[in-house]
């Protein structure tokens, strides 16, 4: 009995079970309701956006359902993808068409393959050719795309699986056309006009670093270096940071680096591409006699809005670039550091190279002296609060294909309060730091590559920095040196393609800059030692530039340009002539030829000897007609460029001569405390060598440097400059594999010159020195390494995730990078206060890891 009813109910379910999933007849019937019967039927749920199945009807007849046959039967009826990724879970998404395009990227004039270099897709996307010039992609983009290369006309090309030859013609806009894709990794270009380009979005992993910091990855280009290891202390052959003209989006930075110049003010995630110039400027560019940094964060419209979220060992970032419309975008990016919530042992390892100014001190005889310093300092018997962040927005409005606006604004900010005991004394140092500023851009571009630029920047800086002793809890001695510019002008520029081989450019620059600088000591023991000083000048500049380009018949291109500026706390009118020539000698071999005049009416002085400025002292100037005069360069440069398929060497020498140096100009290093004027010469050699080996690339980097400084009142003949670093080697290594990319670098250089000490009497610290710049340092070197790991977000396929770690001085070798004395004049002689020494970074771990989205 007891089996007979098993059996009925068995059967009685089997019967109920089977009408129900038989019952699938639904006449242009809601999805949503066809989705909930699944979800009873098949004990399965659905997960997805509700907008995309609103308006979706389905119609439907079937007796025998099976799961995956339904599943099939709605995606043909409603184009969403049903992606079943458990037993019992099912994704529904937009369904994303996937087509193949594939081919060999070749320039028509030389029927030679364009190797190693980014492809820039219709879409936004970007892939690299490889040493064939051959490139594959898969994409949502139906029947064909357009595909793009920096200095080549665009291209349409359609999805096909033969992959033929595609021949690409050089732009008429010949300043854009590029000789050397991956210059160095992928991402650095090198143009015609001389210029080197960087693209963040596609830079290739670099030896100690987990982000595109630009500032940082330009340090692996012959003839631009950092002597301290900073972000911010870059100098192009020889000269010093101050001489740098460093733009973003159009204005002006006077700051560059956060946490005392060891990182980018520059979030690496802000900044899409840069142009750099090591000599044959641009006649559109002025004010700097050294190099050009000129950076931006896009100005195009993105297809679709993605996001970025990071945090490594000193900070956290996001960024959001979203189309509002089809003619309107919005950029924005931020970065804070969280030191005031946790310090990593990365943060120690920097604080203890910023703030650590002493080390054994010796005369010329190598006699250890005994030297007042501040070998109390210790991270125990030290408090310090620090931060710093920076934000950077811009609007694009294309308002037609011919016409777009663009407005930019940055703000950085940073802060110290810094605390020690040193033998009884309490130490106090409080800095602060702002550089912001804001731009406005008309750009207009006709349908033959005509253009019209019209920039209004503003740029405000300022720099706080105050120092207190205190004896016994009563303040004994206070400095202070505040510095604020405030700089604002307006841009314009005119360029027209007279023909395919002939190009000119003209344009008009007014500016305005007020600097203003206080500096107070004041010792209450020793009032006669006091110092005030204030000033605040303005400098109104007008100036005008043209530049003719032509392109020869065999790509060779040869450039004229000149500008002419007035200053006018200077009332003189300067002329500033510029050339540049690149020649192709044949298909493998180019001929480099540069000049150039240039003036710098603003520059950076150092205060060594107001005292107890323990973290930088350095003041921004305007030139005048007393003791701080103008800058003047001029530069020549000759090279021969070979490039044959993955193998390139590029060598460069050049010349320098700059007048109207001072001894307190930045980067003039003496004990004398009389204000001398001087020049310099410098003379370099650049080399690099790189060869690729399908994902794997290694150059090497070679400068030779030979400043020569003349002071005839400091000492007679010629002495080297405190940067000149005679030999500079860098070797670096790199490798895609898979997800994975490796980087391994090995950098040397010669120690930097300082004036060592003669005589020393400890009891009365009266101090003699020998010739300026008469010994040397120790050299430096290091090895640093970097590895990346790629991935895509599970639930995500088309969002991804990074994972970074660095190592910095793998061997943790720590040596002083430089000496600089503070000293005073007592009447019986020079008095020696103290001996200020930087050190380099000791081993530093730096862990990163973002999200793309």
Known sequence: MKFIVCLSVFCFSYVCFGQKLNNYNFDKTNLKIVLKKIENDFNVGFSFASEIIEEKKITLI????????????????????????????????SKQWKEKYCGYIYFSETNEPISN????????????????????????????????????????????????KIYFTQSDQVLDEVIISGYITSGIDRKKDGSIDVNTSSLGILPGLVSPDILQSIQLIPGINSLDESASGIQIRGGTPDQNLILFNDIKLFNTGHFYGMFSTLNPYATKSAKIF????????????????????????????????????????????TPITKKLAVFAFARRTYSDIYETETLNNYEDKIFRNFGEV?????????IENDEQFTPQTSKSSFGFHDITTKVIFEANSKNKIIASTLTTRNELDFSFIDDGEFKVDDLRTINNGASLKWHHEDENLNLRDIVFYYSYYESDYRTKEFISNNLDETNIRNNYIQDYGLNIKFAKNLSKNHYIAYGYQISNSAVEVKIVKDELDEPEDNIFEFSKEKNLKNAFF?????????????????????????????????????????????????????????????????????IENNTWRLSNKNNNPLLTSDQMSFGILYNNKSLTIDTDIYYKNLTGLTTFTN??????????????????????????????????????????????????????????????????????INKFQFSLGWQFRTGEPFTPIKNFNSETALVDFGAVNSSRLKNFHRLDASAIYNFKLHKFKDKKGQLGLSFLNIYDRKIPLSYSYRSEDEGAGLELKQVVQRFSLGFTTNLSFRLFL
């Open 667 to 736: 980067g003039f290093n003496t004990p004398s405390l009389a204000l001398e004027q001087g020049n310099s010469i410098i003379k370099g050699l650049d080399v690099l060598v790189k060869k690729q080996i399908k994902n794997y690339r290694i150059w090497l980097g070679y400068t030779f440097n030979n400043i020569k400084l003349n002071f005839p009142n400091v000492q007679k003949g010629s002495f080297s400059s405190n940067n000149d670093i005679t030999h500079s080697f860098k070797l670096s290594n790199s490798l895609d």
């Open 362 to 370: 010796k005369d010329i005889n190598g006699n250890i002296l005994n």
């Open 278 to 321: 090591k000599s044959g400027t641009s006649a559109s560019y002025g004010d700097r006699v050294s190099g050009i940094i000129d950076i931006t964060s896009g100005e195009n419209i993105p297809n679709e809005s993605n996001y970025g979220l990071g945090i490594d060992g000193l900070t956290i970032d996001g960024y959001v670039k």
């Open 117 to 164: 270099t980014t492809i820039i897709i219709s879409s936004g996307d970007q892939i690299s050719t490889d040493n064939n010039g051959y490139f594959s992609l898969i994409t949502s983009e139906k029947k064909n795309i357009t595909i793009s290369l920096n200095g080549y006309n665009p291209k349409k090309i359609f999805n096909s699986e033969n992959c033929p």
């Open 62 to 93: 079937d007796e025998k359902p099976n799961l995956e046959n339904l599943l099939s039967i709605l995606e043909s009826q409603t184009n969403l993808s049903f992606e079943q990724i458990s037993k019992n879970q099912i994704i529904i998404s």
């Open 546 to 614: 043209t530049e003719y380009n032509y392109k020869t018949s065999n790509s060779s291109l040869i450039g004229f340009g000149l500008r002419a500026v007035h200053y006018s706390n200077l009332q003189n009118i300067y002329l500033e002539p510029r050339f540049n020539l690149d020649y192709k000698l044949n298909n493998s071999f180019r001929l480099k030829v540069g000049y150039g005049k240039n003036h710098q009416p603003i520059t950076q002085i150092t205060d060594l000897n107001q005292a107890e400025l323990r």
